[in-house]
């Protein structure tokens, strides 16, 4: 399997880890606190959705590669293909 190539796309998954990273960081805290379970559980589901995303926006990053290197085309040659597959991150990101 190839390694991620695009830079910005690398850096946006880096920092949606980061974020998420942080949120759990804030949950151990909530915990170690004594926050009620509702509030923990809330901040449980807002990262698992958070890595949701990001799990998305990899496998898109890993289409988009895959694509451009079968078709032999530089990164936004094809307008077409990048509205494609806008349309199904959308669609990966409302599956769940």
Sequence with gaps: MSALDNEKSRTDILNRLKRAEGQLRGIQRMIEEGDGCLD????MAAVRKALDS?????TMCFMEQHLQERLRSPEGAVPEMSEMLGDIETLLGKIR
């Excluded at 923990?40 to 901040?43: S, V």
């Design 40 to 43: 923990i559980a809330t901040q």
């Design 54 to 58: 990001t799990s998305v926006r990899m």
